[in-house]
T-cell receptor, first 111, second 114 residues
């Protein structure tokens, strides 16, 4: 069964530093993968999605993710963190009419 | 644009009481989902529906029932609430197109069971 694993429940980076949030998937076939973001007291919103059209996917707010089949990874990056990026981030996979989420990574931005 | 609307947004129940959460979407989406979010557990799928009149179990369906009598509405029921059902509940909807796959979420319903 397809699933995703997010490494690190909390990640702290300094403002202006590189953001790297890790996600690995388990699947025998290339899956549909997503990154969602949740700001405090809100629902989730889509950051970006991988649907096999291109391995490097660009999303909103300067985020991007690279699909690496050899590493079964779909890590989320942003070159320069901003205070407004503080939120919880979820990796997700589409499986059998359902979207299954990882446990989330809370991103803290240090001034 | 209303999008996905959940009611109520907050509710406190006593153990054994029943209640229904209502999710309404105005985007003509075929697929609708109920998730629960708990600290350190991410979002876990409770039940989902791929169209009017259909429902299916997700990862954690026990203690919950659902109905999709109208395409725009998806109801989540708790027949006999337990403290373990204290959580934040999110409804989401999406188009049929699997390639698109994007979920549109409501703002959540915070339920406390005493």
């Amino acid at each position: 069964a397809q699933s995703v694993t997010q490494l690190g429940s909390h990640v702290s980076v300094s403002e202006g530093a590189l953001v790297l949030l890790r996600c690995n998937y388990s699947s025998s076939v290339p899956p549909y993968l997503f990154w969602y973001v949740q700001y405090p007291n809100q629902g989730l919103q889509l950051l970006l999605k991988y649907t096999s059209a291109a391995t490097l996917v660009k999303g909103i707010n300067g985020f991007e993710a690279e699909f690496k089949k050899s590493e079964t990874s779909f890590h989320l990056t942003k070159p320069s963190a901003h205070m407004s990026d503080a939120a919880e981030y979820f990796c997700a996979v589409f499986r059998d009419d359902k979207i299954i989420f990882g446990k989330g990574t809370r991103l803290h931005i240090l001034p | 644009n209303a999008g996905v609307t959940q009611t109520p947004k907050f509710r406190v129940l006593k153990t054994g009481q029943s209640m229904t959460l209502l999710c309404a979407q105005d985007m003509n989406h075929e697929y609708m989902y109920w998730y629960r979010q708990d600290p350190g557990m991410g979002l876990r799928l409770i039940h989902y529906s791929v169209g009017e009149g259909t429902t299916a179990k997700g990862e954690v369906p026990d203690g919950y029932n659902v109905s999709r009598l109208k395409k725009q509405n998806f109801l989540l029921g708790l027949e006999s609430a337990a403290p373990s059902q204290t959580s934040v509940y999110f409804c989401a909807s999406s188009y049929v197109n699997r390639v698109t796959g994007e979920l549109f979420f409501g703002e959540g319903s915070r339920l406390t069971v005493l």
